[in-house]
Structure formats: structure tokens, C-alpha cells
């Protein structure tokens, strides 16, 4: 069974299916709350097969190298989508940019200035400033290791 980790709960997508309150049309419960987007956990419906989450984290080993390919295709997927995919894209940036090398920095710093230039970071009130705040953070970790040389 197909399961998505978020925040503090595991939800099995099969079981919405299933579910005699899933409507497979639109994507939505008939309480409103969508299976395709995690910061809407809290409208599940009670009865929903939403599982406590024990917090272990599953850890599997990846090159340097492919973690930041795949960083950098995850930037630009995820440049101008109006979804909960930047912010998550984001937020590994933010958590891992003490590991992530100068050079993947810059890539990533370009690809994002970019898209701000052409106006195109997403909804300017949502998705924008996840953006901006994290192109200031890589601006701010490159100038900590352009002074370190």
C-alpha cells in the first residue's frame, strides 16, 4: 500500500479509495480535505485512515553528488507551481544548506533568480516568499564561504 509521510501522520492513499467518503472525481472527502495535499491534515474526518506517525525517520544512503541532481531537478520542478511542492522543496534546502556544496548553491541561487526575475515563483503571497526567503538563505551561506577562502 502507497503511503505519504507528513508531519506527524502516515496516510495510506489506498484506503481513500475504499473510503465511503472519498469522492475518487474530485479528489476530495466530502468533508473537504484533499489526499494530495499534506497541510490540510487537520480537516480529515475523523474516520479517515490517517495513522500517528512514531517519528522514526527511515534514512537511506545517497552520493553527495546524486543528493544534489536531485535537489537542483527538485528546484526546478518545483519553480512557479502553486502547490505544497516548493515549500517541501524549499525546506530541504533550508535543512540541509550546512551540506550542500557551493557550486549546487549557486545552480540553485541562478535557477531561483530567474524565475524571480520572470515573475514566476508561484502565488506571490504563498509561494513567493518561501522562495525569497530561501534564495536570501543560500545567498547568505555563499557569502559565508566566499569569506572563508
Avoid at 489526499?35 to 553527495?64: A, M, R, V
Avoid at 544548506?97 to 530567474?114: F, Q, R, W
Wanted: aromatic fraction near 8%; proline fraction near 4%.
Amino acid at each position: 500500500m502507497k503511503q505519504i509521510r507528513f508531519k506527524n501522520f502516515v496516510h495510506k492513499i489506498d484506503a481513500c479509495y475504499e473510503c465511503p467518503i472519498f469522492n475518487g472525481d474530485s479528489g476530495y472527502c466530502q468533508d473537504g480535505a484533499s489526499i494530495h495535499n499534506p497541510w490540510e491534515e487537520d480537516t480529515f474526518p475523523k474516520d479517515c485512515q490517517l495513522e500517528e506517525y512514531e517519528g522514526k525517520e527511515s534514512l537511506i544512503e545517497i552520493s553527495k553528488f546524486d543528493f544534489e541532481e536531485l535537489l537542483m531537478d527538485a528546484v526546478r520542478y518545483a519553480l512557479g507551481r502553486m502547490t505544497y511542492t516548493p515549500h517541501i522543496v524549499c525546506e530541504i534546502i533550508n535543512k540541509n544548506i550546512n551540506v550542500v556544496s557551493k557550486g549546487a548553491l549557486g545552480v540553485i541561487k541562478k535557477d531561483i533568480e530567474k524565475e524571480r526575475d520572470r515573475d514566476n515563483l508561484g502565488d506571490p503571497i504563498i509561494d513567493a516568499p518561501v522562495w525569497i526567503n530561501t534564495l536570501e538563505n543560500i545567498n547568505e551561506k555563499l557569502n559565508e564561504l566566499n569569506s572563508n577562502i
